[in-house]
């Protein structure tokens, strides 16, 4: 929920793309201006690039100055300059209603189906921040300590670092609510009376604290035997594939993209398949998991040693056993692959993830594919109004159709059954995250 209230923030904010958003509440004690952190290069279907914490202030990788004072002298209250305040409030409340009633004989059957969902905050924000100019005067009196284990360790890893110059903070706690329910009733008369009726309810709800950070900018530092200086100016990177002619514009950019890191993936064994498929599968049902799983692809991705992968799930074991015993490349290449799909599925919904399991069960994903990449053929991002092949949203089951239907809208764009689309300004990262698990699974399920 705190990623959702979140990107909210920011997007009321309209603070720009070069906001990094903080993944968990628990990450804002070390994310605060002068922390040290890494970001990792943002992929098509993120609207905000990843970090990982170094767990390190500047000041504490900078060899001593002549007059001895420490950073916290120099920038007191950590950088704090006068904090901008303002206020962010949202409130939501919707409410769908519907009935049907369908005369077949000998039996009648009758539909009845409402849905609601509200959410609720107002957020008292500061942003801090520390100018750059005082850090770039900084970097003439302090040079960095090539000795020190993390700064040696980032060497060989080939990581760059980079510095929060800049948070937006909650000024006073803050309660966040948000509620969901869908409720249906199903009658059937035939011949005898049968009534059964479901409800579903969500009721979620976060207590961010005071002086928690939410989101930040960073700016890159460049590192050369001790000296190091600010990057102002740094370049946004490509990749240098090509698309082999599938397709254009962005979807081409997204093809790319998957194949460059996925490829490993569309040559493993039908054994080792299965056994991968079924841990994707267990962390899209169980959140625990899916931390678990990413938190060990990052160590064997980010250790410039060995990575010893051990777990207690009997869902996880098989795969991780797999890889442990993996040579170096293969293991880097998997574990890059896994977490670039651990990535995606990050970004969909749970709601989502419950109905891409559905649709493995009814052996529908290749033409859901098929589908999300036709509206992708598209540049979603200008033109939101647009026809799909009205076929690729034919299946042999009316629910197959519905439940499709309902799992792209969760991206933010409206179906028609006549292949009608209407997508919303920023439908593109979520609908992009979409197709890579689409992908993914396809690839998986030989």
Known sequence: MIKKVIQSIVNQMGSGSDLVLVHSILDQEQIRPLCLVTIQEKKMFQKSPHYRRARFKLEDVLLPGEDDKSTESLFPKGGHREPMQFTVTKSVNDRVDGNLSLPVEPANIEVNAAASASKEWSIKLEMNHIPVQEIQALSTKRKINMNHSFIQQLQKSGERLHMVYETIETSEDTTCKASSETGGGLKTWIYAKLCAKGTREKKQSITIPKGCTLAFRVIPLDITDGSWDLDYFTPQTKSLLVSDGFSTGKLGELEVEVRGTCQ??????????????????????????????TQKMEAVLHETGSCELKTESPDLKNLLSILQYSSRQLLLQMAGAIAYVLDALDELTEDQLLLLLESLEEKIVPQQLKLVAAILEHNIEKKVNFRVDASLLSFSQEKEQELTIAMVEMSGVTLQKDGSVVCMEDAFPALAALCVSLYVLCVLNK
């Open 264 to 293: 490993v993936l569309s040559k493993l064994s039908l054994d080792v398949s299965v056994i991968l498929l079924k841990a994707i599968k267990a962390v899209m049902r169980d959140r625990n998991l899916f931390q678990e799983l």
